[in-house]
């Protein structure tokens, strides 16, 4: 269940000026956090952090590592944008 509005927070993103290098804007970071791993959830990623389980549990999951699960080449490339845009507006790992 991959959220719609990732297209519209990527444009946003970049419309906005944010994908520049600044200092973390903890609301944005936030939000890219969730598309990205949105994407992730939604191919059956098994998440580890107790964020990601509380934010988007692990029922149904079925890759424990990241490299396995089956992305579309839209999905890698929303992926790439989106750890570019956390890298540049430093956001914490």
Do not use: H
């Not at 791993?37 to 934010?55: L, M, P, S, V, W």
């Not at 990241?66 to 579309?72: R, T």
């Amino acid at each position: 269940m991959r959220s719609l509005c990732l297209p519209i927070l990527a444009a946003t993103l970049l419309a906005g000026g944010i994908a520049s290098p600044a200092f973390a804007n903890p609301q944005a970071c936030a939000d890219l956090w969730t598309a990205r791993n949105e994407i992730y959830k939604a191919q059956g990623y098994c998440f580890r952090t107790q964020r990601a389980i509380a934010a988007f549990g692990n029922a149904g999951c079925q890759y424990d590592n990241i490299e396995d699960v089956p992305l579309s080449a839209n999905d890698r490339r929303a992926v790439a944008d989106i750890v570019r845009q956390e890298r540049n507006l430093r956001c914490p790992r």
